[in-house]
């Protein structure tokens, strides 16, 4: 009996453990079995330029290197925007492994313009009610055509250019319907004539694939196995969660300056920055703040669609007025200046699309205040350049000082009615007047005059 009881102590912390292990790993596993997969929501909110591209292309970049995620919702809600990023937004998307799938949100967005070409480039195309797609003519950079549909009259004939741009269109939205089977003859009329579209329309007309109200719907919906479009993507998005994936400080920032204004504000502080560093050097404030902005400002002139010829009648402009606050001209350099200014403000930017272009509220007073900066700032400091100096070592050169005894090499001379040590190759005659030539230390140097004492 002893023994048994022995027995029986001994067993006790073997049963224990073995209960704590049984009652302890299922959760584990359960916790495991619990993480749901997750796919990235991207945003197109507003016009699409450099950033909403940048921000796109690196997030469906890393989606694909990490190749965890089954697809990447984007939502569109945008007017349109730049034909250079919708070109770099559509090959990331027609290039990835991973679906891609656009849905037109929330109620009353619209997918306008390039929104159009991004939403045709998508695996899978869906649209909330009450949103509306289509008015994909391309915008010229002389101007809009004339008329969606143009008249047989010889006035309103498109150019040979016009023609080439709107044909390439055409044939471009084109083939991203063939590729996603999709309509082909209202993607032209989209192009071709700005057509435009509502959901349920879209629908009916084999535009778009499905209608949801949100990406959560979108979500659900696209989890049934039985759609022919699961079925042809091998979608699996049953359990899986939404991650919204906003821009980080990097797609902020270029937002921010690709800004027309904002790159045109820098741009100008820029020059003028160098111009009073030029005119008035001190401690370099002026001249770091102004090379760190056009720098800055260079870096989102590149992303946007500039005009040379605008940028160069700007500089012109400001070179005039330069000239004007230098030489006065009786208005002549500075009225030209700032005409040219003016003018290269507003063909700065190279296209039709509003959100891009360089507010016209913005370029008048710019422009007034550059005149008036230029030639009163920097014609003040040009003059007080330009006048003798009347204090400290420099006012010293060249005045004339008088001889107090003879002397050849070292003597005194009196200047300003103070005594100097001096130097003289030549001999003086105490009284003699001398003119101070430089300065070394406390010791002046000193030669003849031509003035007798």
């Known amino acids: 009996m002893l023994r048994m009881i022995i027995g029986m102590i001994l067993l006790c912390p073997l049963l224990l453990s073995g209960a704590t292990h049984t009652t ?5 596993e359960a916790i495991a079995t619990t993480v749901a997969v997750q796919v990235p929501v991207l945003a197109i909110d507003g016009a699409i330029g450099p950033a909403v591209s940048d921000y796109l292309v690196r997030e ?9 995620a089954p697809a990447i919702f984007i939502t569109i809600d945008t007017p349109g925007g730049l034909s250079s990023s919708l070109r770099d937004i559509n090959q990331r998307i027609l290039s990835s492994d991973i679906p891609i799938i656009c849905l037109v949100h929330p109620q009353g967005a619209r997918a306008a313009s390039a929104g159009t070409y991004i939403l045709y480039a998508c695996h899978v195309a869906a649209m909330a009610r009450a949103t509306t797609l289509g008015a994909a003519t391309p915008v010229m950079i002389s101007g809009p055509m004339s008329s969606p549909k143009p008249q047989k009259t010889e006035k309103s004939k498109p150019t040979a250019m016009e023609n080439k741009v709107l044909n390439d269109s055409i044939a471009y939205i084109r ?11 209202w993607a032209e009329l989209a ?9 349920t329309e879209a629908l009916e007309k084999n535009v778009i694939n499905i209608m949801a109200e949100s990406p959560e719907q979108l979500l659900s919906l696209l989890s049934d196995p039985d759609l022919p479009i699961v079925q042809e993507l091998k979608l699996q998005l049953s359990g899986a969660g939404l991650d919204y994936r906003h821009p980080d400080w990097r797609s902020q920032f270029i937002a921010t300056i690709t800004d027309p204004n904002i790159a045109y504000l820098l741009m100008l502080a820029g020059v003028y920055g160098l111009l009073l560093e030029f005119y008035s050097p001190g401690m370099g404030v002026a001249g770091v703040i102004g090379g760190i902005s056009l720098v800055i400002a260079m870096y989102a002139f590149q992303m946007l669609p500039l005009n040379y010829a605008g940028l160069g009648l700007i500089l012109l402009g400001i070179a005039f007025l330069v000239v004007e606050a230098m030489m006065p001209s009786f208005g002549v350099f500075g009225i030209g200046g700032i005409v040219a200014f003016v003018v290269g403000s507003i063909f700065l930017i190279d296209t039709q699309v509003q959100e891009f272009k360089v507010s016209l509220m913005l370029i008048m007073p710019i422009a007034l205040l550059s005149g008036a900066f230029i030639i009163f700032v920097l ?3 040009w003059r007080s350049r330009e006048k003798q100096v009347v204090s400290g070592q420099e006012a010293m050169l060249g005045a004339s000082a008088y001889a107090l005894s003879d002397f050849q090499g070292s003597g005194t001379v009196l200047m300003g009615g103070e005594c100097w040590a001096a130097y003289s190759p030549q001999a003086l005659k105490e009284g003699q007047v001398v003119s101070i030539e430089a300065i070394e230390g406390l010791t002046l140097i000193v030669s003849t005059t031509n003035h007798g004492g």
């Open 191 to 199: 192009v071709s004539e700005a057509a435009t579209l509502t959901a």
């Open 175 to 185: 083939s991203l319907a063939q590729l996603r089977k999709r309509n082909q003859q």
């Open 379 to 381: 014609g003040f400091l």
């Open 24 to 28: 302890t790993a299922p959760p584990i």
């Open 60 to 68: 469906i970049t890393e989606a694909n290197q990490r190749q965890s």
